[in-house]
C-alpha cells in the first residue's frame, strides 16, 4: 500500500507561480504511475497530468499544457507538479494518485488506486 501526501498548495495572484509536492510512502513508489488531478467546487475531478514510473514520459491536459510541468524524484519519493502563469480557472483541490495497473486510461479517475488528501490552490485575478 501506498500513502500519499500533498503539500505546497496556496494563494497566489494570477500570472503567479507554485509548486505542488506528493510524498509518498513505501518502498513501492517506483512501480506506479502517478498523475494530479483537480477539483474546483460543483465540478467532478478533471485529469491534469500523468508521469510514467520512470518519469521518461509524460502527459498533460490540454488546459495545462505548457503551463504545467510534472516530474518525479523515485529516490526521494516524490512527484511534483511545477505550475506557471496561473489563472483564476486553475482555482481547485489538487490531488495526486498513483495509477493501478500499466496500461490503464490515465485520465480516468477510476483508473488510480491510491489518492492524497488534496491540496488547496486559489488563484486571484
Known amino acids: 500500500q501506498v500513502q500519499l501526501v500533498e503539500s505546497g498548495g496556496g494563494l497566489v495572484q494570477a500570472g503567479g507561480s507554485l509548486r505542488l509536492s506528493c510524498a509518498a510512502s513505501g518502498r513501492a513508489f517506483s512501480r506506479y504511475a502517478m498523475g494530479w488531478f483537480r477539483q474546483a467546487p460543483g465540478k467532478e475531478r478533471e485529469f491534469v497530468a500523468h508521469i510514467t514510473r520512470s518519469g521518461g514520459s509524460t502527459y498533460y491536459a490540454d488546459s495545462v499544457k505548457g503551463r504545467f510541468t510534472i516530474s518525479r524524484d523515485n529516490a526521494k519519493n516524490t512527484v511534483y507538479l511545477e505550475m506557471n502563469g496561473l489563472t483564476p480557472e486553475d482555482t481547485a483541490v489538487y490531488y495526486c494518485?498513483?495509477?493501478?495497473?500499466?496500461?490503464?486510461?490515465?485520465?480516468?479517475?477510476?483508473?488510480?488506486?491510491?489518492w492524497g488528501q488534496g491540496t488547496q490552490v486559489t488563484v486571484s485575478s
Open positions: 494518485a498513483a495509477l493501478s495497473a500499466a496500461g490503464a486510461a490515465v485520465v480516468r479517475p477510476e483508473s488510480y488506486i491510491y
